[in-house]
């Protein structure tokens, strides 16, 4: 098939060019993204100001503009500097749409062929999936539909603008293409805080993305792929949650890194807000199971009905405390929500 790439009018973003500097403030600035501290400060931020607007509103002023920035670097320090960036044809658009589909089939099973390897041969490893899993647990409604219009189209957009179109554009013209390739791979593995069998998965993803753009040489090819990608793993989420509606809810959203299952966010009007839990709690053991970390978590309240009162054990500043938490079904706590908001 002949390469979708136009050329008569404004530059793309393949034929652009960084200075060196340019390419060290960005991957600063993605480190800076990244740091632990940072992550926890926002978080702190979010929480303090959820009662004063909405959660949604809160996750926008955060972190919106940092994702921005992934897009308005690249953009404005490309050279020849004040080229317009490329515009695709309508012919370009309608050949990358039907390409892209069956390159995302291909990368997802390339992802999940990794899983089952790691799964078969480390099965102590964590691969990160605690967040997916955690969205399958969320009720239907507009916090979830946001999530997924960000992880669908708005991520995508961004990090296949940073990472594939700056960053190995910026690195395939300073070394062998196959460098820049598992090099930009690995950045982009290590921007997501997933432990290392996860990191390993979303790189594998990483190489795929620069082999769909480095063969149809338009940033078009990346960001669809991406998304039909991300689009297949939403549909699994919304099957679910629609499919198990009746299915029981605490209302934590716990830590997915390190070791235990710190609590990063109670959900308003849950069974976890009403019993008392709060961002920090460390916990141990909920009913009759043993808590080591997030995923653990999940898959114990799998094992429980809506109306069941479970004890939950957590460490709170040193000292351990304990609490009976009434379920409730993931319908139930999004009527309660849309209640809140009529």
């Known amino acids: 098939m002949t390469r979708s790439i136009d050329r008569h ?6 034929d652009s060019v960084w200075s060196l500097r340019v390419v060290v403030l960005g ?5 800076g993204l990244l740091l632990p501290a940072l992550v926890r400060g926002l978080t702190a931020l979010a929480q303090s100001w959820r009662h004063l607007v909405s959660g949604l509103t809160v996750w926008l002023i955060v972190f919106v503009p ?20 490329l515009r695709p044809s309508k012919r370009t658009l309608a050949i990358e749409l039907l390409v892209s589909l069956p390159i995302a089939v291909v ?5 999940y062929f990794y899983i089952e390897i790691v799964t078969r041969y480390a099965p102590e490893s964590r691969m990160g999936t605690a967040s ?3 969205m399958m647990r969320w009720p ?9 219009f960000f992880m669908v189209i708005v991520g995508p957009i961004c990090e296949e603008i940073f990472f594939r179109g700056f960053l190995y554009n910026a690195f395939r013209r300073r070394m062998p293409a ?8 690995v950045i982009f593995g290590f921007s997501h805080p997933y432990p290392m069998a996860g990191v390993g998965s979303v790189t594998v993803l990483g190489v795929c993305l620069a082999a769909a753009y480095h063969w149809r040489k338009t940033i078009l090819a990346p960001i669809l792929v991406h998304a039909f990608f991300n689009g297949l793993i939403a549909l699994q989420i919304l099957a679910v949650v629609h499919t198990n509606a009746d299915m029981a809810v605490v209302g934590i959203g716990p830590q997915h ?5 710190i609590i990063e966010s109670v959900t308003d009007h849950s069974p976890a807000a009403e019993s008392g839990l709060q961002p920090g709690d460390d916990i141990i053991e909920f009913g009759d199971y043993s808590i080591l970390n997030s995923e653990h978590l999940y898959t114990a309240v799998r094992l429980y009905n809506p109306g069941d009162v479970v004890t939950v054990l957590f460490e709170r500043d040193g000292k351990t405390w304990e609490v009976d938490v009434e379920l409730v079904s993931r319908q139930t706590l999004a009527e309660r929500w849309k209640d809140e908001v009529e």
């Open 257 to 261: 890194d390190g070791v235990g299952c």
């Open 178 to 185: 196959v460098v820049a390739v598992v090099l930009q791979a």
């Open 27 to 31: 991957l600063l600035g993605l480190l």
């Open 9 to 14: 009018e404004g530059v793309a973003l393949w």
């Open 66 to 85: 940092p994702i921005l920035l992934m897009v308005v670097l690249p953009l404005v320090t490309r050279q020849p500097r004040g080229a317009p960036l």
């Open 132 to 134: 997916v899993e955690g």
């Open 140 to 148: 239907s409604g507009p916090v979830l539909y946001s999530f997924l």
């Open 107 to 111: 990368c997802l099973v390339v992802v």
